[in-house]
């Protein structure tokens, strides 16, 4: 071995390192009308009859599990005394909050090895 020879061991990361999920547009929607209406003390079932959807509808628009349409998402927020433009604000604002923290990028040494930011 040469006297030369780093102090550095290589390290060989047994499985690769995740990249960050950039949020989803109809997650981020469905937080929002579920945030509106548990602020409001109002249930799926009363929302879902003043909008007239489904309740297992809107449950699922709420979970992120339904993309809906702009005249579902403008009649769920008319039923939360909002308007359509009001909603797509407030998911807009908590889609670049989201987009920032999962964004944060790994660092790698010069040795290649990748350090998670904390």
């Known amino acids: 071995m040469s006297s030369h020879a780093?102090?550095?061991?290589r390290v060989i990361p047994l499985?690769?390192?995740?990249?960050?999920?950039?949020?989803l547009?109809?997650?981020?929607?469905?937080?929002?009308?579920r945030r509106e209406r548990l602020v409001q003390?109002?249930?799926l079932k009363d929302v879902a009859e003043a909008?007239?959807?489904?309740?297992?509808?809107?449950s699922e628009v709420e979970r992120g599990r339904k993309e809906a349409s702009s005249e579902v998402l403008?009649?769920?927020?008319?039923s939360l005394g909002l308007g359509l433009a009001d909603v797509l604000s407030l998911a807009?604002?908590?889609?670049?909050?989201?987009?920032?923290?999962?964004?944060v990028?790994?660092?790698?040494?010069?040795?290649?090895?990748?350090?998670?930011?904390?």
Request: zero cysteines.
């Open 51 to 58: 909008a007239q959807i489904s309740v297992p509808y809107l």
């Open 92 to 103: 807009q604002g908590e889609l670049a909050r989201r987009g920032k923290a999962s964004r």
């Open 74 to 78: 403008a009649a769920a927020a008319r």
């Open 25 to 33: 547009w109809r997650d981020v929607v469905g937080d929002v009308l």
């Open 15 to 23: 499985r690769p390192v995740p990249a960050a999920r950039e949020p």
């Open 41 to 43: 003390g109002r249930t």
């Open 6 to 9: 780093s102090n550095h061991a």
């Open 105 to 118: 990028a790994p660092s790698r040494t010069s040795l290649g090895q990748v350090r998670l930011a904390a």
